[in-house]
């Protein structure tokens, strides 16, 4: 054994003062362990020991450490294998006396003290010597006591030196000549490595460098102090500082610096588990109590108590259950209710009731305890604690929020149920409607067909009533179709086909198919574009054109004769890159909407039927179809109206943009740098400025034909005359007609006068010509249709070709009479819809042969000889074989081996056109998947048959040349 490194009455008074701290074991290894088996015999333990054990500590002296009924003996015996194989020693500290302990660290951890447990190797496992068994003990005790502290150091006050009995002072090995310094020294060394400056350190520093520490000693018993100091990346580390006294008569002290991390993270874990429990539980209860069936004491655990008059801060947290119940039931809003709350949680009514049931649960109206009027609904529970049965837990809730929102969800289900119903109501109203809006067209449909019957031989008369029949085809077609939109929209499988496309061409159709109405009622329609920073966007412009169309649709039919509406389409600022936000506005002055019809203005199959307007024809579908469709686009629409002062429609879009950088010296390339802009709208003139604001090209504007003449006849003179003229067709003095006549008078040619105009150019442009007007530009605005018009001069002036005017007249004949001398082959099984088909192509020039189904369309073909048909036409839905079917089957027909190679070329690229009413974007993608070359809607509008067949057939020749 080695020689102590100091005397052993340090480590016996701290023994003696907590004997308990200290449960001691000394075990002897076996002479021939090889550190893999064996088992361990003990030598000695101490009365604490024998303790944890549950056994005398001499009874276990020379007990098998395996065989033993010690808790924690396996664990021990495994964990010192290792250690022990090369015959080294050590002591390992096992905090606390109870049974389950596991290993942590350097030793077994538990709730509470210290087993310190001994492995030495010795010569043959027999000490009985009682001299030795001393020297073990103090050995053992030494070992246990220094396992728990840094540094033991003694304070000797009559030299004021301390001096190092064990450890380090900073953490590191201390040198011989260092174990003994003054104690300011040792101090000030260590004040260093504290965390923070400042007042914490002056703490530390007052404490330790008192004079009077003798007397404080002798006063307290012990100074202890906490300090946190700089620890590694996990965070600082927390150091208990103690002074005690060691030897009174030789003023000697004990100085001792333990390292208190792990259980103050323990605290401090258990003091955030205990408010994480508590937190929690006062987040859904005002308080949780026990009760003690056998002394009827209630303990507040956590809240405050039913009465509010005691909280967690007070220290009388024990009442009776008298009054604990009392509390409780003065705050019981009703007296019949506060004496069935007496009744009901009575102690012998408690008890009771627990005996067979699992839990007690019952709801009261009670005062809020701040003393206000204020009912609140309370849950109060009382449970067993545990199987034991020995107290119950009781806690109250406030369910008062809980129950509102209950009712409230109740009232939202009564709500939608009532929703529900009128929905069904709207919806037989809806049919009823539709029935008669159904009837009517074809009402007229067939009394005008039974007309024409018996008035075949009168041309007039069959031309003025088939224009009705088609007329009212069309209505019914518009009928049919927001019906289909919407149960798509409903079922949510409406899909957008997105292309590119120009925002000035889609205005164009907008007010070429809007203005016709117009005109009818004498109507004044403008269009308005300004800060639109982009000419191409990608998005589905079909169904942007249906959005606008339907606004100013609604527009048109409830403004009165000579009334105003207005489309202006606004760029909105945006930080993005890759969209612009597009507003279009529709306004008008006509009759306007109640307050109460906005509320459910977009909500399908609803009308409101005006006085004045009740002939208006409508669904109710529109409007519900645009908002939707503004939500699948990603946009918003809001509407503003009132009664007798118009309405306005507002939706904004994010257009996808489309760059085209081939335009952006466009103007510099031309030579073009000043422009003059006639009209009388002070709003066009600014629209157009700032359109053209970033192109360099000089912008000056006048409101009058006699101002206009007199600005270019004055630039002229002075050497910067302008290059382009842009004439408004309608003005207050003088015309644009009038205004270009002049212009060519006074000034020589090389100016480019354009038009600008909403109207039909056809029905001006031989006098415009005539005037020295090179060109149209339409209404509103648009970059691209100025820069497409001026290319388009430019390229007629550089044709060299002299008979190019014989050609654009021949093209214009070709493309009139597209069809004529074409042959198809169709399939379509319905006989009124085939003679239909026969005769619209045979009028048009063209001859067909059709066939009743699928499988016939691809016999018929298969038989036919190369080149018998230009282009095949196909029903999807038909007997025997579907539309899309026999299309994969004509184009399979190229890998037939058995056809000629000229018939197998033909088969994968002759034109192949759906012609169907399945006309929704998926039916196109369908049909397209399916080997077809395009897709046209029933019923078959002639013109627009002719643009998909014109198209398909120039591919075809392009593919062939």
Known sequence: MPDLPFDLQSFKYVYERNPSAFCIVKAAVPPDYTGEEGDFTLVWANAAFGTACGQNAPSLEGMSLLQSSIPFAKEVVCECRNVLRLGQSRTFLLHGKEQ?????????????????????????????????????????LRQACLEANEFIAVIDFATKLVTLEYGSWYGIPTPENEKVSTREKILANISKMYVNDGEKRKDFKSTFFIEDLEERLDREGAVYMVFDFAGDKSGPVRKQFRITWLDRAERKALFIKTDISKSYQLEQKLVEDDMLLKRTALG?????????????????????????????????KIVSYPEFLKSGADLVVDEVERNRFYDMFSIISIKRQLMTENEILQFFNLYSSNGSDDIRKKQI??????????????SQTDVTKSIMEEKKRNEQLKEALEAAKQASRVKSEFFSKMSHDIRTPMNAVIGFSTLLLKNADNPDYVRDRAMKILASGNHLLDLINDVLDMSKIEAGSMILNVREFKLAGTVSIIDSIMRTEMEKKKQNFNIYVSDVKHEKFVADENRLEQVLINLISNAQKYTDDGGKITLRIKGLPTKSALYENISFEVEDNGRGMSKSYMEKIFTPFSREVLSGYEDVKGTGLGLAITRNLVDIMGGTINVDSKIGKGTKFTVILPLKIVKNESDAEFWGDHNFKRMLVVDDEREVLENIADEMKDTGVSIQCVNRGEKAIEKLCVAHEAGFGFDIVLLDLLMPDIDGLETARRIRAALPPGILIFLFTSYDFSQIEKDAKAAGVDGFIPKPFFMTALKAAISKIEEEKNAKDPSADKNVAKDEQKEESVLSGLNFLAAEDNKINSELLAEILSVNGANVKITENGKELVEAYRAAAPGCYDMILSDIQMPVMNGYDAARAIRNLGDDVTLSDEKRREAKSIPLVAMTANAFNEDVQNALRAGMNAHTAKPLSIENFKKVAQKLLKNRIKKGS
């Open 100 to 140: 389950g302990m596991r290993f942590s660290g350097l030793g077994f951890s538990v709730a509470k003290g210290f087993v310190a447990v001994s492995f030495t190797p010795l010569a043959g496992g027999n000490e009985s010597d009682q001299v030795k068994k001393n020297e073990l003990r103090d050995e053992i």
């Open 284 to 316: 859904n209860v005002d308080f949780i109590a026990l009760l003690d069936p056998k002394t009827e004491n209630v303990t507040l655990k956590v809240g405050d108590w039913i009465a509010g008059q005691y909280t967690e801060a007070d220290e009388k």
């Open 381 to 394: 529970r009382f449970v067993w604690l545990d199987e034991k049965k020995q107290k119950i837990l009781i």
